[in-house]
């Protein structure tokens, strides 16, 4: 059993604090089990995978051109929010994180071991299992709250997997399908339709399905009440008003970067339109819902070291936190918390002019997986086709009933599961 970071410590310890101080939190009773809908709270998780300070710096200088002027009076919708503080993000077995642990520890409050997804430290990736952690999202379906996840990735993949599944292997991803049809989950969107689907069947995108089994998941789900639908015209034409239950899955693969999607004919809905119908959906229910977004291909633009897709990515994602911030406005009764599960590419914001400041520009690079020569500050020689993750802290933000446990000194990740399970009374 890991020891308890210093700052998962004090978080702790200001729980009990508020908790015997005044019976709650300040903006309110946290019961959701009571049955008053004034008591409700929803929990809305935004993580921007792979978004670290210089991701969400680099799209607010491209909201303002890159101009200083402008640049001043810029801000990002991320930026309204009423707490903001740092979050470390290593894992059981590494100092450097991948999305599987980041997400387990968020989802259950534990640190695992890099590729296992919600089970504990004992498993290792693809040899052994572990024990099941229970996620903050199986707590609310047990309580009766509506749940939803969200991403522009496979909807198998290993963020929204944390929160429903368990596997050794974050890359057995049928069988994580699997355990997202019976984790009760009341909507789940993004991509990632071949592992819904055995050999024989043809996806709704063309191709054949990729699971070693012959099963049609697709088929299953609409069994169980779901409503699927697999492209932007289907989704737009929706009855939001009479659907309860919606799987949709917009590609075989991930979903296309922001960039791409605004210019492809195949009309994906963008981040935020899934986000805002998701909360259509959720929010009917009188007893509160949970639900996680991930703006999941920042991670994927930064491997790639591609800037504009790095940028694109992160302001699709900042108009998905807005819809959140505007239907959490509209009620007082919502936390909406935005972070990331890990910086991805080492990305700098160096001087346009390496020899001077004065320039005024910005030349963005990333440094990952590159050596540092002789020579004019910050120069790199690339050694490595893809950026890596790294190690570094990344941002959190916090608005609405709860979020005064955010931005008190460093949190780890594993904080963010107390803070979101505080707030839902679970
Ligand atoms: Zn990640």
């Keep these: 059993m890991r020891k308890l970071s210093s700052a998962a410590g004090s978080l702790l310890f200001l729980l009990a604090t508020i908790s015997s101080i005044s019976g709650g939190l300040a903006a309110g009773p946290v019961n959701p089990a009571s049955g008053s809908d004034e008591q409700t709270i929803n929990v809305i998780l935004m993580i921007g995978d792979g978004m670290g300070f210089s991701q969400t710096t680099l799209a607010r200088m491209d909201k303002a051109d890159r101009n200083l002027a402008l640049y001043e009076n810029t801000s990002l919708r991320m930026d309204e929010m009423e707490r903001a503080g740092y979050v470390s ?4 077995n590494s100092l450097v994180t991948d999305s599987a642990p980041a997400s387990t520890a968020m989802a259950t409050g534990e640190k695992t071991n890099n590729g296992v997804i919600s089970q504990d430290s004992q498993a290792v990736q693809g040899i052994r299992d572990g ?7 199986e707590m609310a379906e047990k309580a009766g709250l509506s749940t939803g996840v969200v991403t522009t990735t496979r909807i198998t993949h290993a963020t929204p997997a944390a929160f429903y599944a368990h596997v050794d292997n974050r890359d057995n991803e049928s ?38 089994d012959d099963r049609n998941l697709i088929e299953e789900a609409t069994c169980k009440g779901y409503a699927f639908v697999f492209n932007g015209t289907a989704f737009e034409e929706l009855d939001v008003e009479n659907t309860t239950k919606l799987l949709g899955l917009f590609e075989n693969s991930h979903m296309l970067y922001e960039l791409q999607r605004l210019n492809s004919s195949n009309r994906e809905p963008s981040l935020a339109d899934m986000t805002g119908t998701s909360i259509d959906i959720l929010s009917r229910n009188p007893k509160g819902f949970f639900l996680m977004v991930e703006g999941g291909r920042i991670d994927h633009a930064c491997h790639e070291r591609s800037l504009d897709n790095t940028s694109a990515d992160t302001l699709a994602f900042d108009e998905a936190v807005g819809r959140a911030l505007d239907f959490a406005s509209s009620n007082n009764r919502t936390l909406v918390i935005v972070t990331a599960d890990h910086e991805c ?19 963005p690079v990333f440094g990952s997986g590159t050596t540092k020569t002789e020579g004019p500050r910050y120069d790199f020689i690339t050694e490595m086709e893809e950026a890596t993750h790294t190690a570094v802290d990344v941002p959190i933000m916090a608005s609405g009933p ?15 599961f107390l803070v979101m399970k505080k707030a839902l009374g679970l």
């Design 402 to 416: 709860g979020s005064e446990l955010v931005g008190q000194g460093r949190m780890d990740n594993t904080d963010i």
């Design 175 to 212: 069988e994580i399908a699997d355990q997202l049809l019976t984790s009760g989950v009341e909507v789940a969107l993004g991509g990632g339709l071949s592992y819904f689907l055995g050999g024989n069947y043809t996806s709704p995108a063309g191709g054949k399905g990729k699971r070693s």
């Design 345 to 363: 590419g080492g990305l700098v914001l160096q001087p346009a002019d390496l020899d001077t400041y004065e320039a005024g520009g910005v030349k």
């Design 89 to 92: 993000t290593h894992s059981a």
């Design 131 to 137: 024990r099941n952690l229970t996620t903050i999202l």
